[in-house]
């Protein structure tokens, strides 16, 4: 079975925004929020400062408590790559799938209904890449399934060193950072 | 160094979490409230001591039938999608304590409205026959009073518990993430319900014996405080981070002056000269209770928001 998802070198990424105007453009995101964003992660002591820009969104979690806490089922797994998806006529706006998201990755949109990253399923489900993936200018997104070890993603998760984000909560994200 | 910049600014997501505004913790306000008068209540019902506590008995019940509405009416002006409300009754989650609360709600109204059937008040006789055929029936059988009672306190206590783990079991916020919150609301809640009777029940008996539980509520509810709070202090750095929000952060000022001075100390010092004759019942110590619960659950609501993994790794 597929588990679908998506390795980001950091050391090519130079936070140009593309992928998140790619996301709002295919996915008609509304005006003030993200499905997903740049983050620059600064650490060290001046003058030996390190500077890392990510490109974030859903992590797209295999134990994913916005899923778990759902109290309708709006939340759910997609039996497709077990991506997470939120069916929108099924939620009611509780907002508990926010606030339980250590990554704060969801919103509200506009509608009432929780919003998120959906790895473009519909593009997916043709075998297309995410549209983040498909704009990224140097390359740097790489999306694919983990569960096949010749696929891009297992070979570079193979072969580099890679952090995923806040894995001290538990919830085994699937997005990938090189580093 | 640690210093993270991002584009993302979602409204109520960012800078900050602020997803629950004034309805949720006025809910789990009411909620609590609501639960501690169906253990009273319940209580009262099962050891047969209603005729000695008329206001918890027989008042009480129909008291909290309003009340919970207009705390499930503050949740439902919660909701973002309100047309889509029905959606929870169409499923059952197990893993989700929202789903399991939404159906405990729908079992707490018949549980309340059976307790409000063993003494229709004098006003309301007659107004609906069939109610006066019920609570007649329920009259005769002695064993049905008494698990009416047994119901009620079973409800409130999980309704009680539940007001706790929807929030304790969000580990994604450090602050809620332990397992003394349920305990925490439950006794405050139990805290609250007896200052309530404490402040409107005009038998004298029945207002000194509410004000000694109040005084034992609010005696359990200080270590069980500690206990929350040392839990966290001893847990790992983002639940350090999390207790000094409460401690010496942002919010420490409403918690330790709103929470536990004027919520829990004045009044138990208060009620205990009251309990001992030395002053008064007033209304006084159970308008202090009743508003420190409040308190409580608006500092508990929004502190866990604003803790978060990330933003607690930065703080270091």
């Given amino acids: 079975m597929a588990r679908f998802g998506m390795v980001i070198d950091t050391v090519k990424c130079v936070g140009c925004m593309d992928c998140v105007v790619a996301c709002k453009t295919e996915n008609g995101v509304p005006e003030g929020f993200n499905r ?24 797209q979690c295999e134990n994913p408590p916005c899923v778990y806490c759902c109290p309708t089922g709006a939340s759910h797994v997609h039996e497709i790559g077990g991506v997470v998806l939120v069916e929108h006529n099924m939620c009611i706006g509780c907002k508990a799938c926010l606030a339980s998201c250590p ?77 | 160094m ?18 629950w505004g004034w309805e949720i913790p006025v809910y789990l306000f009411i909620g609590g409230l609501v639960a501690g008068i169906m253990i009273i209540s319940g209580y009262f019902t099962l050891k047969g001591q209603f005729k000695k506590n008329p206001f918890s008995s027989f008042y009480l019940p129909h008291v909290s039938l309003i009340l919970l509405s207009l705390g499930m009416f503050s949740l439902f002006l919660d909701l973002e999608h309100k047309l889509y409300v029905w959606r929870l009754y169409t499923t059952f989650k197990i893993a989700s304590p929202m789903s399991w609360g939404a159906w405990i709600l729908i ?61 304790s079991s969000i580990g994604a916020r450090p602050l809620w993430n ?45 270590f069980v405080i500690g206990g929350f709070i040392s839990g966290l202090l001893t847990s790992t750095s983002v639940h350090i981070e999390a207790a000094k929000l409460l401690l010496n952060g942002p919010y420490a000022a409403v918690f330790w002056v709103f929470v536990i001075g004027l919520g829990i100390i004045i009044p138990l010092f208060l009620q205990l000269l009251a309990v001992n004759e030395k002053v008064k019942h007033t209304a006084l110590p159970p308008l202090l209770v009743l508003s420190g619960g409040l308190i409580l659950r608006f500092v508990i609501v929004y502190a866990g928001q604003y803790s978060h993994y990330m933003h607690q790794a930065l703080s270091r």
């Fill in chain 1, 36 to 59: 997903d964003w740049i983050t620059q992660d600064v650490t060290g002591r001046n003058p030996s400062l390190h500077m890392e820009i990510r490109s974030e969104r859903c992590n």
């Fill in chain 1, 103 to 179: 990554y704060d990755a969801r919103f509200i949109h506009p509608d009432g209904y929780a919003d998120k990253c959906t790895f473009c399923i519909h593009r997916v489900e043709k075998s297309i890449d995410p549209a983040c993936v498909s704009v990224c200018p140097t390359h740097c997104m790489t999306f694919g399934d983990l569960e096949d070890p010749n696929s891009p993603v297992s070979k570079l998760l193979a072969s580099r060193k890679y952090h995923t984000l806040i894995p001290e909560a538990g919830t085994k994200p699937h997005i990938y950072y090189l580093v």
């Fill in chain 2, 2 to 19: 640690h210093e993270l910049t991002t584009t993302r600014h979602n409204e109520l997501v960012d800078p900050v979490l602020h997803i």
């Fill in chain 2, 107 to 167: 079992l707490v109204y018949p549980a309340l409205f059976l307790n409000t059937l063993i003494r229709i008040p004098d006003r309301f006789k007659g107004v609906v026959p069939i109610f006066d055929r019920l609570s007649a029936r329920i009259n005769e059988h002695p064993f049905l009073i008494k698990n009416i009672g047994v119901l009620n306190i079973l409800l409130g206590i999980l309704l009680g518990m539940y007001t706790g783990v929807l929030l």
């Fill in chain 2, 178 to 222: 332990s397992a003394m919150l349920w305990m925490l609301f439950l006794v405050s809640g139990l805290s609250s319900a007896a200052a309530f009777v404490h402040m409107i029940a005009r038998d004298k008996y029945e207002r000194q014996l509410l004000a000694k539980a109040d005084n034992a509520f609010l005696t359990l509810e200080i």
